[in-house]
């Protein structure tokens, strides 16, 4: 099962984006070239406890042709309603309710979707009398929070995920995999869709236990069972939101965390453009199994070396990808689509191999002894533990004397030590370095 979602709604100003920051908080970037990422003020990743979760800033979106607040609120709410485990409305302590408050919260009401209701900025607990009026929206409790002073949203969140289903009854069980298919639009993300699925697709409205409108897909091959998370490009569906471009980006990021594998799709007949680059930039950064597929490949005029040009800009392109496998398919003439699924099942067990501590520290061991650790006034790095901390992606740690002297050119030496010794083809590996002697 995907994560739950969260989706912030409210009239502008009342300090959406403001907690929506507070909620996502920041991802520590591991990687040194990085993918040309722009983090979208829109959507992100929130943890709480021991709840993880998506967050979706509704505010974020622009729809474009009207200014009217209540036209943007209703497209918002639509949205939040579609997509949401759980809505939470922002309201402002300091101006209180407002006609275009108890709008929205009626909007939201039909819908049946649990709804909690915030009353930002209240900075301080003499503010916490005015609250009261917030009942009248019908919303039930409202929560007294200040997102710039960081307060109430513990009990914000309490609240907020006792409406996210029971991961323990998630019932897709360890051996599934959940794969995504992600591209920019006309790529072919559709067609090979349904060619992977060929006639064994099963359409499912509704998995057993999810509150938001399930639209996974799950099937099986040769004994091994996945799920298809659908991206923007699956369900074209008409609305006005899901026209802007930012709402496609958000539902391929969301596709892309709840994914163990994620397909990368091309259009081997047009090359590879920026949109290309960002759209497999978030792959990477989410830690995610990646797969590049070349689609549209009986497109091309072609000659003995066409494959391996194509390669090798792709290489020079992505460049932070080079762990990831390369297939060129047509999905039109079914082209190799059958070797998909046997990459997607190396790449998934790569992404959840674990090495024994015993044999990671031999191989550090040896690694040190090839090329000394760098060295920085009189002082060298001293590696004295190896251990893989996770699984999905494989993340190391390396406990040494001062993590100072670490290099990252050091540290990718290690990891290609690694990768030199196991199959990781096709997932990340990290490699984290703590202080320990
Ligand atoms: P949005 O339009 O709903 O996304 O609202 P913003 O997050 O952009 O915030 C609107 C304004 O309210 C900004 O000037 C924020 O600094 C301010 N603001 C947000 N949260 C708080 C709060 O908890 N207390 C106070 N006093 N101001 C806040
Ligand atoms: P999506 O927007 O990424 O889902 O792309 P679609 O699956 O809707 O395909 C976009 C267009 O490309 C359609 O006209 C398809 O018929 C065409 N197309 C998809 N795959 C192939 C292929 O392998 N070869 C060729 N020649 N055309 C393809």
């Known amino acids: 099962m995907g994560l739950p979602v969260v989706a912030i709604v409210g009239r502008p100003n009342v300090g959406k984006s403001t907690i929506f920051n507070r909620l996502i908080g920041e991802r520590i970037a591991i990687?040194?070239?990085?993918?040309?990422?722009?983090?979208d003020r829109l959507y992100g990743k929130g943890e709480w406890l021991t709840h993880t979760f998506h967050v979706i800033d509704t505010g974020g979106i622009e729809f474009g042709e009207t200014d009217e607040i209540l036209t943007q609120m209703r497209y918002q709410a639509e949205l939040a309603i579609d997509e949401?485990?759980?809505?939470?409305?922002?309201?402002?302590?300091?101006?209180?309710?407002?006609?275009?408050d108890l709008e929205l919260a009626r909007m939201l009401n039909r819908t049946g979707k649990p709804i909690v209701l915030a009353v930002n900025k209240v900075d301080n607990p003499e503010m916490r009398a005015d609250i009261y009026d917030f009942y009248t929206l019908g919303l039930g409790e409202p929560f007294p929070i200040s997102g710039s002073h960081g307060l109430g949203l513990g009990d914000m969140l309490e609240e907020v995920a006792k409406h996210f289903p029971d991961p323990n009854e998630d019932e897709s069980g360890e051996d599934v995999i959940r794969v995504s298919i992600i591209g920019r639009p006309?790529?072919?993300?559709?067609?090979?869709?349904?060619?992977?699925?060929?006639?064994?697709?099963?359409?499912?409205?509704?998995?057993?236990?999810?509150?938001?409108?399930?639209i996974d897909t799950p099937f099986e091959r040769d004994g091994q069972s996945y799920i298809l998370v659908d991206t923007a490009g699956m369900r074209k569906r008409g609305k006005v939101y899901e026209n802007t471009e930012k709402y496609s980006v958000m539902r391929a990021m969301r596709a892309i965390e709840d994914s163990d594998v994620v397909l990368v799709v091309l259009n081997g007949e047009e090359g590879i453009i920026e949109q290309d680059k960002k759209i497999a930039g978030y792959a990477h950064e989410a830690g995610r199994g990646v797969i590049i597929i070349v689609n549209k490949?009986?497109?091309l005029e072609k000659d003995d070396k066409t494959m391996q040009r194509f390669t090798e800009l792709i290489r020079e392109e992505f460049k932070y990808l080079d762990y990831a496998p390369i297939l060129y398919v047509s999905a039109k003439s079914k082209q190799r689509v059958h070797t998909i699924l046997p990459k997607v099942n190396e790449v998934a067990e790569a992404h959840s191999m674990r090495v024994p501590t015993s044999v990671l520290n031999d191989l550090v061991t040896d690694a040190t002894i090839r090329t000394p650790p760098p060295s920085d006034r009189g002082k060298r790095l001293k590696i004295n533990y190896a251990t893989q901390a996770t699984v999905k992606p494989p993340t190391f740690i390396l406990f040494v004397n001062d993590p100072e002297l670490m290099h990252f050119s050091y540290e990718r030496y290690i990891e290609n030590k690694?990768?030199?010794?196991f199959v990781f083809e096709g997932t990340p590996v990290r490699i984290w370095t703590r202080k320990k002697t």
């Open 418 to 421: 690694i990768r030199e010794a």
């Open 31 to 39: 990687v040194e070239d990085k993918p040309g990422v722009t983090r």
């Open 297 to 299: 490949w009986d497109a």
């Open 84 to 100: 949401a485990t759980v809505i939470v409305m922002i309201t402002d302590g300091r101006t209180g309710v407002t006609d275009a």
């Open 186 to 214: 006309n790529v072919g993300k559709s067609s090979l869709t349904n060619a992977i699925l060929g006639e064994e697709r099963v359409i499912v409205s509704d998995v057993a236990g999810t509150t938001r409108d399930a």
